[in-house]
T-cell receptor, first 117, second 114 residues
Framework: DTGVSQDPRHKITKRGQNVTFRCDPI?????LYWYRQTLGQGPEFLTY????????KSRLLSDRFSAERPKGSFSTLEIQRTEQGDSAMYLC???????????????FGEGSRLTVL | GNSVTQMEGPVTLSEEAFLTINCTYT??????LFWYVQYPGEGLQLLLK?????DKGSNKGFEATYRKETTSFHLEKGSVQVSDSAVYFC?????????????FGTGTRLQVTL
């Protein structure tokens, strides 16, 4: 299967610890997105990359959050000094953007669930 | 700012019943509109989309029509199956820029029983 994969699927941590999530997009996709979904809510945009460049960050992304996509392939999302309010599902999605067609469709991974105790 | 409002769930229907899940939006200009579906244990996947007013998106027996005058994109299916049980999300993508920064509704859980 060559869909979007995320790791780990579930992380339980204590408040104040750092956590890192990894996303492997569909191989030919040049755009990669991070979204956050809390219980009972829809996903909210956090940030996105085109190739290795981080082009936009939401105001939801505090300075404790950092995302990278060093070689334009996989991406990591690190949360430093976790807080209980960071408990959520972190979703990664990818897409192929071109000047010819841009359907807007995103391909999502299954998500990484973070529980901060 | 942009926002999407969809009917709260859960929606419980018997198999072969008619389904409507309401979705309205607020946005400037002419956004693209989407319905995504999340089956249990799986990631969100695109169900259908419409990119301009009066377009009808359709897939797997589901339909939704982009209504600019009522700012709506209601999801319908004539005869639901147990396998349609999932959470359905309405979403919009602004028409400015090319990034897929989607604004999602809160989701509507559909439960179909025999």
């Amino acid at each position: 299967d060559t869909g979007v994969s995320q790791d780990p699927r579930h992380k339980i941590t204590k408040r104040g610890q750092n956590v890192t999530f990894r996303c492997d997009p569909i191989s030919e996709h040049n755009r990669l997105y991070w979204y956050r979904q809390t219980l009972g809510q829809g996903p909210e945009f956090l940030t996105y990359f085109q190739n290795e460049a981080q082009l936009e960050k939401s105001r939801l992304l505090s300075d404790r959050f950092s995302a990278e996509r060093p070689k334009g392939s996989f991406s990591t999302l690190e949360i430093q000094r976790t807080e209980q309010g960071d408990s959520a599902m972190y979703l990664c999605a990818s897409s192929l953007a071109s000047t010819v067609s841009n359907t807007g469709e995103l391909f999502f991974g299954e998500g990484s669930r973070l529980t901060v105790l | 700012g942009n926002s999407v409002t969809q009917m709260e769930g859960p929606v419980t229907l018997s198999e072969e019943a008619f389904l409507t899940i309401n979705c309205t939006y607020t946005a400037t200009g002419y956004p693209s509109l989407f319905w995504y579906v999340q089956y249990p244990g799986e990631g969100l996947q695109l169900l259908l989309k419409a990119t301009k007013a009066d377009d009808k998106g359709s897939n797997k027996g589901f339909e939704a029509t982009y209504r600019k005058e009522t700012t709506s994109f209601h999801l319908e299916k004539g005869s639901v199956q147990v396998s349609d049980s999932a959470v359905y999300f309405c979403a919009l993508r602004p028409n400015t820029g090319t990034a897929s920064k989607l604004t999602f509704g809160t989701g509507t859980r559909l439960q179909v029983t025999l």
